[in-house]
């Protein structure tokens, strides 16, 4: 019989950082309020299907807000909420670790090669 252990952060880390999601998120913390094709600038790489997916969850997990107006053509924009702030300590933490850390994942990993 299989037992599987519980890992606290899991749960965290499958809301926030699914492919594509923290970078949507950074986008929008660290540009403010942006339009669709705004994002997708700032995130060349990503397909356009991913990048409408990607905000409906972060909307749908109200990490951000999509605002609407009645205009002609339409403008919708995205921007960041509370809670979508609230993980800003945490992404920064994970660049300082990154700065201090990442050679050393790169070096061990060509070690490996």
Not at 21 to 39: H, Y
Not at 57 to 71: H, K, M, P, S, T
Request: aromatic share 8%; net charge positive; charged share 30%.
């Amino acid at each position: 019989m299989k037992v599987e252990v519980q890992i606290p952060l899991a749960p965290v880390v499958e809301i926030v950082f699914p492919r594509w999601k923290a970078q949507v998120l950074w986008a929008l913390l660290t540009r403010g309020r942006l339009r669709f094709g705004e994002i997708a600038r700032e995130l060349p790489r990503i397909a356009p299907s991913m990048l409408t997916l990607r905000l409906k969850e972060l909307e749908a997990d109200g990490f951000i807000v999509r605002n609407c107006f009645a205009e002609s053509p339409p403008r919708v924009e995205y921007a960041v909420t509370d809670l979508g702030r609230s993980l800003k300590p945490i992404f920064d933490d994970l660049l300082a670790w990154s700065a201090r850390h990442l050679p050393e994942v790169e070096a061990s990993r060509s070690r490996r090669k």
